[in-house]
């Protein structure tokens, strides 16, 4: 088992070692890409709303509920 | 809502989601189709034994590397864009959406990472056999992946399979083959692997005909121009037969974005399909709104009533019928839609308020109602009417969806003539001569991106104001955020993906340069 992990981890090694130079700039560009996703677009611009203003499934069910419910012709005031 | 979400929140959002799908589709169908052409090139290498065959493999086989590493995990941004620009939604499908998306992270992961690295890497290192399996496996590994986001958007222009809880707000999935089988999925998965498949031929003619041009590798130009004709030929009956099959559904359900493909506004029997027309502003309207004629069109008559039932003298209804409703022809109107979705809240309202009360009695009462098979088909499935306020709200963008809908369809068919027309001149032996073919194959490059594109602007636009078709209004979907953020994030998305777009062109280009290794 370990021999083939070993394996496949060589073959990995080897095929990165041996990048042309086209994939050596993909692979820089991959890197960068999703630096930018995670690092800064996710964290920054991009946190998820239910979980971020709620603390649990329960009050975002309430939350979004409310929102179905609602809507600007909707004016019998029993909610 | 009782928020008041400003349209220009509803605007930036749905153009920022706009401007993501639009660029994540550029680097998508590419994927799709050269995979299966890299596939056939080494399945032809193998089977032969020529190193040419090896050759015209890996040099496709780079530019198709390219294109996946650049365009990998684009779509991610979609789901973070669901997230924080579309909560109300997200939640709302949370669990449809759920096990398409966990199946489609699995395959996507196992089978596209782990054989495209035997792919490039294991070039006399693992068997040509294996090689070329992985390379087949990457093929329907990359499609496959493509089929669960594409029955997770048919589901949201045809939801089916599933029951509302009104406990969670959420919509939980009842049958999964029903979800999966939906026919907007069928269709849209098919008609869109075979638009990937004919795009990725027309690339590679475009490509081998400038090596032609060049008067450089003419074998290899010539080999790879036979392939790509061959199968983008097969692609263009496929992706031709799917779409026929997709209108015919959009007609059963979604019949108002039809009848905007076809600008139809009043229904008639015996109606022709528009080959070809020019739209003008009507005197008529529906509200507010004013409706489309045409200015000028070239008409099959009795052809759209012909597709649509398989019958000369069916029904074919118009916008008019679709929003006012025609008893004769059985058509519901908005109003009694509206009525039956505001019941629906009502149900939904009284649930609330015994949960608040403590009424469990009634709240259980109410529960079970949601689960009932008629109050579904009768009451619940007009939801989203109640969050509509005017009827001329259910007609989309006319000229938009018409136009979208006729330019795609016109692109389509001159496909069909370039690659009979490639297939003519490698027969003939005279593709080296017609320069002036070769470079209209050249330039012929960018036509399938835009056709592709145009299919989703029109099956986007075209179900306007619904984010789920009869659930679920846009304005219904989008979260209360500040407009400031989003318009920000629309502009580093911009930056961004055509950051990344530029580097792609360019390291493509300097490949193709560079042309295939001896």
Known sequence: MIRIISRIAGFYADGFRNLSSWGRKVWIIILIKLFIMFAILRLFFFPDFLNKKFGNDKERSEYVLEQLINSPDNHDGKH | MTENIDLTLIGWSRAQFALTAIYHWLFVPLTLGLSFIVAIMETLYVRSGNEEWKKITRFWMTLFGINFAIGVATGIILEFEFGTNWSNYSWFVGDIFGAPLAVEGIVAFFLESTFIAVMFFGWNKVSRKFHLISTWLVAVGSNLSALWILVANGWMQNPVGMAFNPETARNEMVSFWEVLFNQVAVDKFLHTISSGFLLASVFVLGISAWFLLKKRESSFARRSMLVASVFGILASFMNAYTGDSSARTIAKVQPVKFAAMEALTEGKTNAGLVA???????????????????????????????????????????????????????????????????????????????????????????????????????????????????????????????????????????????????????????????????????????????????????????????????????????????????????????????????????????????????
């Open chain 2, 276 to 518: 070809f027309g020019v739209l003008k502003e009507s005197e008529n309207k529906v509200g507010e709104k004013y409706l489309k004629d045409f200015l000028f069109k070239i008409e099959l008559p009795g052809l759209l009533s012909m597709m649509t039932s398989g019958d000369r003298d069916a029904y074919v209804p118009g916008v008019i019928d679709l929003v006012h409703g025609n008893r004769d022809r059985n058509i519901m109107s908005f109003d009694e839609k509206k009525t039956r979705g505001e019941l629906a809240r009502k149900t939904l309202i009284d649930y609330k308020n015994a949960v608040k009360e403590g009424n469990t009695a009634l709240r259980d009462s109410l529960k079970n109602v949601f689960a009932e098979k008629s109050f579904n088909s009768e009451y619940f499935r007009f939801f989203g009417y109640a969050s509509v306020e005017k009827a001329e709200d259910l007609i989309p963008d006319l000229s938009g969806t018409f136009y979208s809908f006729h330019l795609m369809v016109i692109l389509g068919f001159a496909f069909i003539m370039l690659f009979a027309l490639t297939l003519y001149h490698l027969f003939r032996g005279t593709i080296e001569k017609a320069r002036w073919f070769l470079w209209l194959c050249l330039l012929s490059i960018p036509l399938p991106y835009i056709a592709s594109e145009l299919g989703w602007v029109l099956a986007e636009l075209g179900r306007q104001p619904w984010i789920i078709q009869d659930l679920m209004p846009v304005s219904a979907a989008v979260t209360n955020i500040g407009s400031g953020s989003v318009i920000a994030t629309f502009f580093i998305f911009a930056a961004l993906f055509t950051t990344l777009l530029i580097a792609e062109v360019s390291i493509m280009v300097k490949q193709i340069k560079s042309g295939p290794k001896h």
